[in-house]
């Protein structure tokens, strides 16, 4: 059966379902308009049953050999290897990526997966030494129970699993939504491979919902000890406010407004590719695209006539097509977001090198210069296939600009010296910062996260392990204690 038909409920508890909420998500293909299913919203009341399942399964699962927790992700590689094009269709067809976008997301989630093989084995316990005569302190590491785990709707798939299969691998279990425009990438398919690949049942539910229907209940219910949300900064404050008030822990990973900087000494070309590609990949929606690319002023005029020249061969239209690199945007609303945005920049000032136009979802690549300090474009993620290129005069100023932002999760700088580019790094307010590379990347041990409105907290790796278990002290007196009274 199409991925579409099939999966197009809730999972809960082991089975596939539909919801009993009063209206339906219509998932619809952004490039062409075509339905390609609908799906009745789940209510609190299977909110509230996708905790319970999840709670009741997660015992069993802890107490699992992580040898044999870990087969099931083991299997889970094989499997998208085997589906590898049938998830591709999928993608191009809910969320408009291109081919290329698809071979990028799921090599990423094929690494995250051989990850989790790993974690299984990773949490470790300690003995510390006491003060007091005959204790053992013995530090235990354990799962923390239950993971709510919320995921956007560029990466549906990959930034799924990048949450999902390590809170599982490391004994927990996990209620999953997905963005309500990615229902079958962000959770169906996910769904139905870690069961095909063994998982046992009540372990992964997916719940299929909007905050109209449910209101926090997902991130307020008392039984996930952790939530993982991936998303815009506005509804991750949301999402740690509930959280703070409800003591769970929480990872964000917000939006950004990543700088590429190009210094002086960089290799001009490929500069302007590793810009072009952290800019448009994925028509801009990803939140490590470079929106500000500073170039000295010493070489901008030669840099931005090649980036705009590349920018304007760059082929925009169906996904499906195989030579296309600018898909849709994922709906009406942020191709028309998009829009206003470019339009605010020219009224505040700037002054457009390339003015792309609207037809449908489909928005063509802008690029704009001569934008004023303070105006909106600046310093808001646009979310899109725009390029703001901002001259600056030495790596003080292209400092200061980069850092002039509420956000700091990727960026780059280009330099033909290393260590002068890694110096730079060092002094960019952000979490991740490339030298002579692009802004987009991700990799599944290195510290993935953002400072200021960018998030809180890492994952990748070790930070997994941080994220999704909790350490348990407990005390043996081997001798006798004296007490007081």
């Known amino acids: 059966m199409h991925p579409?038909?099939?999966?197009?409920?809730?999972?809960?508890?082991?089975?596939?379902?539909?919801?009993?909420?009063?209206?339906?998500?219509?998932?619809?293909?952004?490039?062409?308009?075509?339905?390609?299913?609908?799906?009745?919203?789940?209510?609190?009341?299977?909110?509230?049953?996708?905790?319970?399942?999840a709670e009741r399964a997660q015992r069993e699962w802890a107490a699992t050999n992580p040898y044999t927790?870990?087969?099931?992700?083991?299997?889970?590689?094989?499997?998208?290897?085997?589906?590898?094009?049938?998830?591709?269709?999928?993608?191009?067809a809910e969320l408009g990526g291109t081919r290329l976008k698809a071979a990028f997301e799921l090599h990423l989630a094929k690494e995250f997966l051989r990850e989790a093989t790993h974690l299984a084995l990773a949490p470790e316990g300690r003995i510390l030494p006491s003060p007091v005569d005959g204790k053992e302190n013995r530090v235990y590491r354990v799962p923390v129970g239950v993971v709510g785990v919320i995921s956007p709707f560029n990466f549906p798939f990959l930034l799924s699993l990048k949450s999902v299969a390590p809170a599982l691998a490391l004994g927990n279990a996990v209620v999953l939504k997905p963005h309500q425009d990615t229902p079958i990438c962000g959770g169906g398919l996910v769904a139905r491979i870690l069961a095909d690949a063994g998982l046992p049942p009540g372990l992964l539910n997916v719940v299929v919902t909007d905050i109209a229907e449910i209101g926090d209940a997902l991130i307020e219910h008392p039984?996930?000890?952790?939530?993982?949300?991936?998303?815009?900064?506005?509804?991750?404050?949301?999402?740690?406010?509930?959280?703070?008030r409800e003591f769970k822990h929480v990872v964000l990973?917000?939006?950004?407004?990543?700088?590429?900087?190009?210094?002086?000494?960089?290799?001009?070309?490929?500069?302007?590719?590793?810009?072009?590609?952290?800019?448009?990949?994925?028509?801009?929606?990803?939140?490590?695209?470079?929106?500000?690319?500073?170039?000295?002023?010493?070489?901008?005029?030669?840099?931005?006539?090649?980036?705009?020249?590349?920018?304007?061969?760059?082929?925009?239209?169906?996904?499906a097509d195989p030579s296309t690199l600018i898909g849709p945007l994922i709906n009406s609303s942020q191709a028309e977001r998009v829009s206003a945005a470019v339009d605010q920049a020219l009224a505040d000032g700037a002054t457009a090198l390339l003015h792309g136009r609207v037809d449908g979802?489909?928005?063509?690549?802008?690029?704009?210069?001569?934008?004023?300090?303070?105006?909106?474009?600046?310093?808001?993620?646009?979310?899109?296939?725009?390029?703001?290129?901002?001259?600056?005069?030495?790596?003080?100023?292209?400092?200061?600009?980069?850092?002039d932002s509420l956000y700091g999760l990727s960026g780059a700088v280009h330099t033909g010296d290393v260590e002068r580019g890694v110096a730079f790094a060092r002094r960019v307010e952000t979490g991740m910062m490339h030298v002579n590379d692009g802004t987009v990347a991700d990799e599944p041990i290195v510290p993935f996260g953002g400072e200021k409105h960018s998030g809180v907290g890492r994952l990748n790796g070790d930070h997994f392990v941080q994220a999704f278990t909790t350490t348990r002290w407990i005390a043996v007196q081997h001798g006798r204690s004296t007490f007081p009274f």
């Not at 919801?19 to 789940?42: F, H, M, Q, R």
Request: hydrophobic share 40%; with cysteine; glycine share 6%.
């Open 361 to 403: 979802n489909l928005v063509h690549p802008s690029v704009l210069t001569d934008l004023p300090e303070g105006c909106a474009a600046r310093n808001e993620e646009v979310f899109g296939p725009v390029a703001l290129l901002i001259p600056f005069d030495g790596e003080e100023e292209a400092l200061r600009i980069a850092n």
């Open 69 to 92: 927790r870990r087969l099931v992700f083991e299997r889970a590689v094989r499997l998208v290897e085997e589906r590898e094009e049938e998830i591709t269709e999928a993608i191009i």
């Open 253 to 319: 990973e917000l939006g950004g407004n990543s700088a590429l900087i190009v210094l002086d000494d960089a290799d001009i070309d490929y500069a302007v590719d590793a810009a072009v590609f952290s800019r448009f990949v994925h028509q801009g929606q990803v939140c490590m695209a470079a929106n500000r690319i500073l170039v000295d002023r010493s070489i901008a005029d030669e840099f931005t006539e090649k980036f705009v020249d590349k920018v304007r061969k760059l082929p925009v239209g169906d996904p």
């Open 4 to 53: 579409f038909t099939e999966l197009a409920s809730q999972y809960i508890d082991g089975e596939w379902r539909p919801g009993s909420g009063s209206w339906d998500i219509i998932d619809i293909n952004p490039y062409n308009g075509e339905k390609l299913c609908s799906i009745t919203v789940a209510t609190r009341d299977e909110v509230d049953e996708a905790y319970r399942a």
């Open 223 to 244: 039984v996930p000890k952790a939530i993982s949300f991936t998303g815009s900064d506005k509804v991750g404050r949301h999402v740690a406010t509930v959280a703070a």
